[in-house]
């Protein structure tokens, strides 16, 4: 993913008052096993830094073994995400 920033925006959004309760949970899907190398070595460790870097309010559950989506429909929503990740940092930096 990309972005890009406006400093006098993140110094706004630092000052801005955060509900702390608010907790945001995020869904992961993948096709490997629960104890495949990549989901306990990498995705596992990832969301786990994820939710301490964000104090608790990102959380992210793992569904290995396309126990949310089955493998097609993963990829699909995956490259629907690309694309419209890279339309909006394109237009945000415009």
């Known amino acids: 993913m990309t972005g890009c920033s406006n ?9 801005a008052d955060i509900n702390t309760d608010d907790v945001t949970t ?3 899907s993948h096709f490997m096993t629960a104890n495949d190398n990549i989901n306990t ?5 990832w969301a786990k830094k994820i939710e ?3 104090k ?12 949310l989506s089955k493998p097609g429909a993963t990829y699909d929503a ?4 690309i694309l419209l990740s890279f339309y ?3 237009s945000a930096c415009s």
């Open 78 to 81: 995956y490259a629907v995400l």
């Open 41 to 45: 070595e990498a995705l596992e460790p």
């Open 26 to 28: 995020l869904r992961f």
């Open 56 to 67: 608790g309010r990102l959380k992210i559950e793992i569904y290995p073994s396309a126990t």
């Open 88 to 90: 909006y940092s394109q």
């Open 7 to 15: 400093n006098d925006q993140n110094e706004q959004a630092k000052s």
């Open 52 to 54: 301490e870097d964000s």
